[in-house]
């Protein structure tokens, strides 16, 4: 599904031809064919060694499995292709740490490679007007954030991989890493102990694989505590399709507070010195956007900004470290429920 989403948005990028793709799935190459025209010349690979090998292309677009990210990353970063992974970076902190180290061990060699983090929810328009409000200062320091997930169930995906927790790292790596890295930006500053109380109440339950019931989370909520004192909170149920907006993200500093309602496209601002209730609303949308996709046209602006590291030769906006520290957060979370306790981020991450 996330790699026909990111062909349909490279087909809609100038200076952008999907060349090849490569999945050890034959209907996952089919639809990959379908997403690109059937009539287009498009190489397909069974594995993902073999199109790195092909020379067919000078950037790649990992969208492969959660589980599958950290060896596919390290195979990749042997190479000289430029990279864009999807979320989350990988399944532990452990498997993120290797993949940075190996980005690291190998730039010299090819110092111009750009290695992009796929965290594409900083890119949907309500959530850019909420870090530009937040970055200007007009809500001086950021006390509070708040992030709420009401949505449907996790989609079917091939083989059934993301119902159990040995593949996806978790509902709150999997799914949440986006929003742990929307507060990361929003604060500025680094997580220091997390609090979180899930469970598995009503999803999934009557399902069975091989003889196995799914053991992914479907609601929670979730305290990151920051340096500096600065708290954030994220409340996801993922039995709530009976919602308006899927996201709703406020953030309150000292000097105003700043909601976007995602699913609507609107963002609301107001400041404590303009009175009680004085809000200021506006709709958010980009109009460069040329596709909206399944992510409010996040994953188009995504790439171009990915595209335009590559022709510039920029640092990539979002990196690894980004997405270790997203997934740091949420494996602190699933360590906080398991133990009953606050975790320490020191406790899942190296000193």
Not at 131 to 150: K, P, Y
Not at 185 to 206: E, K
Not at 276 to 304: K, N, T, W
Request: proline share 5%; charged share 20%.
């Amino acid at each position: 599904m996330m790699g026909v989403e990111h062909i349909t948005n490279l087909l809609h990028l100038d200076g952008a031809v999907v060349t090849a793709i490569s999945d050890p799935h034959p209907d996952s190459r089919d639809w990959a064919q379908l997403a690109v025209g059937l009539d287009t010349p498009l190489q397909r690979f069974e594995s993902h060694h073999e199109l790195l090998a092909s020379g067919a292309c000078d950037a790649v677009v990992i969208a492969s499995p959660n589980h599958t990210h950290h060896q596919v990353l390290l195979d990749v970063l042997a190479t000289p292709h430029h990279v864009m992974v999807e979320k989350p970076l990988c399944t532990t902190v452990a498997h993120c740490l290797d993949v940075i180290a190996a980005a690291e061990a190998t730039a010299a060699d090819w110092p111009d490679r750009v290695v992009w983090m796929g965290l594409e929810y900083r890119y949907m328009p309500p959530t850019t007007a909420v870090l530009h409000e937040v970055r200007s200062g007009a809500l001086g320091e950021v006390r509070m954030v708040a992030i709420r997930e009401h949505r449907f169930p996790f989609l079917p995906k091939v083989g059934n991989w993301n119902r159990f927790t040995r593949n996806t790292g978790g509902t709150l790596v999997e799914k949440c890493c986006h929003f742990f890295d929307l507060m990361n930006q929003v604060v500025d500053r680094a997580p220091q102990r997390v609090m979180a109380s899930g469970a598995q109440d009503v999803n999934h339950l009557d399902e069975s694989y091989d003889g196995e019931v799914p053991d992914i989370l479907d609601n929670a909520y979730v305290i990151v505590e920051y340096d500096g004192g600065a708290r954030a909170m994220l409340d996801l149920c993922m039995f709530a399709e009976a919602s308006r907006n899927e996201q709703e993200i406020s953030v309150v500093g000292h000097l105003g507070k700043v909601e976007a309602l995602v699913t609507e496209g609107v963002v609301r601002v107001g400041h404590r010195a303009d009175g009680i209730g004085v809000v200021a609303e506006r709709p958010a949308h980009d109009p460069s956007i040329r596709h909206q996709g399944m992510h409010h046209g996040a994953s188009y602006l995504e790439h171009v900004g990915f595209r335009d590291a590559i022709l510039l030769g920029t640092p990539p906006a979002v990196t690894l470290h980004d997405g270790l520290m997203s997934v740091a957060v949420g494996e602190a979370a699933h360590r906080s429920i398991e133990l009953g306790r606050p975790v320490a981020m020191q406790e899942v991450l190296p000193s």
